[in-house]
């Protein structure tokens, strides 16, 4: 009897070894993401979230997990975080009211339709105006008053119509937000967001009357990304604290129209929509390849930050990270 058992544990034991040395689908999915990230010569890092547990985190060519990055256009994400917050604590009426209410110089353009534009048609890239983006953008940021040189923009259609890309639209939002609740933007963003969320905010470009940048330059290592995606995930909730109404959250995710930009995704409130693996996401895009891709079915966020000096290779880029987020989408 005592053989027999002795046999038993062995046989028990090499059985326990094979299922423990087989990876899962999910664990191979993920090898093969890293190693495919590994190969991008301009990645940085790329750290996977799965019902609020990270599951992969790598960093590449020379990047360290506490080093943050320009996050660039992602910042315009969080900046519509900020909006929603603000109305959720009463500071800003709702995404109805008209912008004129903030900049009163609207009131005498010489083009009154541009009294209609509200929030919500900045932050769904629909308020008519010529974009600040693309051709414009060095007259822009070179321009000693940035909210004005928005505003003096030639409506080119109507407001809430078509989305046109334009960062100036989110910088008006970070100028509405400082109006509205008498702080600065980083201020609003440290006390309200990044505290809640156990980090600080750095502090980074302002404009030349001290508006902190509304589209542009901000700075989060991906941890951080990471946390601001489960946020979302987490329908605007960190821990037990609301931090954005779930009602924000889901409108968030409504598609307002299609851009130039890409006829493969559509634009909601500061966040791109488009499917991965046959599932619904949305996700915050910087130029060069930053990203927090939010794929609420599989309980994702997907981070990625990239050295964004970039030229012809763009392109490439950011569809070898697209695959690697259909790659991980697929593991769950």
């Known amino acids: 009897m005592r053989r027999i058992a002795c046999v038993a544990g062995i046989v028990a034991a090499l059985v326990a070894t094979s299922v423990s040395s087989a990876q899962s689908p999910a664990a191979a999915s993920l090898d093969a993401a890293a190693a495919a990230a590994a190969k991008l010569p301009r990645l940085r890092s790329l750290v996977v979230s799965h019902k609020g547990t990270i599951v992969l985190e790598r960093y590449f060519n020379g990047a360290r997990a506490a080093q943050a990055a320009n996050i660039k256009s992602a910042s315009k994400s969080v900046i519509s975080a900020l909006v929603g917050i603000a109305i959720g604590k009463g500071h800003i009426k709702s995404v109805d009211q008209k912008i004129v209410d903030y900049f009163p110089e609207l009131a005498n353009d010489p083009e009154p339709r541009k009294r209609d534009i509200s929030i ?36 080119i259609d109507e407001p809430g119509r078509r989305v046109e890309y334009s960062t100036g639209s989110s910088h008006l939002l970070s100028a509405i937000v400082t109006k509205a609740t008498k702080t600065s933007t980083w201020q609003f963003a440290q006390d309200n967001l990044a505290k809640p969320l156990g980090f600080t905010l750095a502090k980074w470009t302002a404009d030349p009357q001290g508006i902190y940048f509304g589209g542009n330059e901000m700075s989060m290592t ?46 909601g409130y500061g966040f791109w929509i488009r ?7 949305y996700y915050a895009w910087g130029y060069g390849g930053q990203f927090i891709f939010i794929i609420p079915d599989k309980d994702l966020v997907v981070v990625t930050t990239s050295r964004s000096d970039v030229s012809r290779e763009r392109r490439d880029h950011n569809d070898s990270i697209y695959s690697m987020v259909e790659q991980v989408a697929s593991a769950f």
């Not at 779930?246 to 968030?252: C, G, H, L, P, V």
């Not at 499917?275 to 996401?281: I, M, P, V, Y």
């Open 120 to 155: 919500e048609d900045l932050l769904t890239m629909r308020s008519g105006l010529e974009s600040t983006s693309g051709r414009n953008y060095g007259a822009w940021v070179q321009s000693p008053n940035w909210v004005r040189f928005v505003l003096r923009r030639p409506l």
């Open 222 to 267: 991906a941890r951080q990304m990471i946390a601001f995606g489960e946020l979302y995930l987490n329908d605007g909730k960190a821990g037990d604290h609301q931090v954005i109404a779930k009602s924000w959250i889901d409108r968030t995710r409504v598609p307002r129209g299609r851009s130039r930009w890409g006829s493969d995704r559509e634009y």
């Open 275 to 281: 499917e991965f693996a046959g599932h619904d996401s």
